[in-house]
């Protein structure tokens, strides 16, 4: 009996001492001791935030997300910390200055139009794994002066230089008249480096591909290194070849004109060309 006693003893103890869980009712976000000075945004850029942790009656693994408005309690915009594990969130300026310009709806370049500083409202969410009741808000903090740039992210393009064109020349200067030879990632593939478009190509076209208009030599892809074209044959109305890093052109002598497809993958070296409009 004393033995047993003593054992429950043991358990009472435990009982006491094991940690439980209560849902969170407090969870501060600090405001930074240099709130109110101009913050300037740049790609390379990161702001560092401080936080407690929410009381959840014990020490958790918790996982912090950062929420950004233009209001305090307006429209938000969910941002992922650099690490989403630390009390310490670090974010990207990039991030912040994306959710700026998605929050003031732009889209897309054109829609870009250069504002002054502006005040930011941020707060933090903090949740342990998947369980539901632990999800807290902190307070809103507002950085003063925040000057965003454009950051939204557009989809790459690369450009076909070749007969179609002309053989104009892929230099700066030829932009405007390249704007309509370009190839572009899907907007949903951003950095993908897999570039689509669909050209009214004369017959017999021969091209190569340019990831830039600086001149001939530095940024061509085509057929081989030599700066000899290759003939191909579309078989059952496509073709699928070797992308290389050099200026050989790609040369279709029995295709009698008309609409074609080009998919070129640069990060996998390959190309792929069909008759048709086949987006």
């Known amino acids: 009996m004393a033995l047993v006693a003593v054992m429950l003893g043991f358990t009472s103890c435990n009982d006491d001492t094991d940690p439980v ?39 958790a693994s918790t996982t912090y997300g950062v929420q950004v408005s ?10 992922t910390p650099e690490v989403p594990t630390e009390a310490s969130i670090r974010i990207k300026a990039s991030d912040l200055a994306m959710g700026i310009c998605r929050l003031r709806g732009i889209e897309k370049k054109e829609d870009w139009v250069e504002e ?13 794994g998947p369980h539901g009741n632990s999800y807290i808000e902190s307070n809103w903090i507002k950085l003063d002066q925040v000057k965003e740039y454009f950051a939204v992210p557009e ?20 932009k405007d008249h390249y704007a309509d030879w370009r190839l572009f990632e899907k907007a949903d593939a951003i950095g993908s480096k897999v570039y689509y478009a669909v050209f009214d190509m004369p017959a017999g076209p021969s091209f190569r591909f340019y990831t830039a208009l ?34 050989g052109s790609f040369s279709f002598p ?13 990060k996998n070296n390959k190309v792929t060309v069909a008759e048709g409009n086949q987006m």
């Open 254 to 266: 029995g295709f009698t004109g008309g609409e074609m497809t080009l998919i070129v993958d640069i």
């Open 21 to 59: 869980f209560q849902s969170p009712t407090k969870f501060v976000l600090n405001t930074p001791a240099l709130a109110s000075q101009y913050y300037e945004l740049t790609p390379e850029g990161s702001i560092v935030l401080t936080c407690t942790q929410p009381d959840y009656g014990f020490t």
């Open 214 to 247: 600086t001149g001939w030599d530095a940024d061509s892809y085509g057929s081989q290194t030599d700066d000899a074209p290759i003939d191909y044959t579309l078989t059952d109305g496509s073709w699928e070849g070797k992308l290389v890093k050099g200026k």
């Open 70 to 79: 233009l209001s305090e309690g307006g429209e938000i915009y969910e941002i």
């Open 155 to 174: 989809p790459g393009f690369i450009y076909l230089v070749g007969s179609p064109e002309g053989w104009s020349g892929p230099t700066e200067d030829k």
């Open 116 to 128: 002054p500083a502006r005040p930011v409202y941020i707060r933090a969410t903090a949740q342990i």
